[in-house]
Nanobody
Framework: QVQLVESGGGQVQAGGSLRLSCAASGRTFSMIAMGWFRQAPGKERVFVAS????????SYADSVKGRFTISRGVAKNTVYLQMNSLKPEDTAVYYCAASIGGSYNHWGQGTQVTVSS
């Protein structure tokens, strides 16, 4: 099992920035990738960004390309999401996820991001 704990959410005005963090513990050696997803009120959870454990290949949803950057710590057990030029439509609960065995099957508790216009 892998445990994930997110932090760094909050409220910001449009155009501002936030940085989310996610710390993984437990059987982290089994992780293939880590990612961020988000769920807005009344909508499904959607992919935001991911980074593979080796060699650190990143992927982004079109809606956040050029504004968000995913990165990881040296120990590869922590992943970050730097969010710049935030828009009201970025408002959502953001979830950290770990991929084990080819699918994202471990999730954090989520952290709220609210962007006001």
């Amino acid at each position: 099992q892998v445990q994930l704990v997110e932090s760094g959410g909050g409220q910001v005005q449009a155009g501002g920035s936030l940085r989310l963090s996610c710390a993984a513990s437990g059987r982290t050696f089994s992780m293939i990738a880590m990612g961020w997803f988000r769920q807005a009120p009344g909508k499904e959870r959607v992919f935001v960004a991911s980074i593979s454990q080796s060699p650190g290949i990143t992927s982004y949803a079109d809606s956040v390309k050029g504004r968000f950057t995913i990165s990881r710590g040296v120990a590869k057990n922590t992943v970050y999401l730097q969010m710049n030029s935030l828009k009201p439509e970025d408002t959502a609960v953001y979830y950290c996820a770990a991929s084990i065995g080819g699918s994202y099957n471990h999730w954090g508790q989520g952290t709220q991001v609210t962007v006001s216009s």
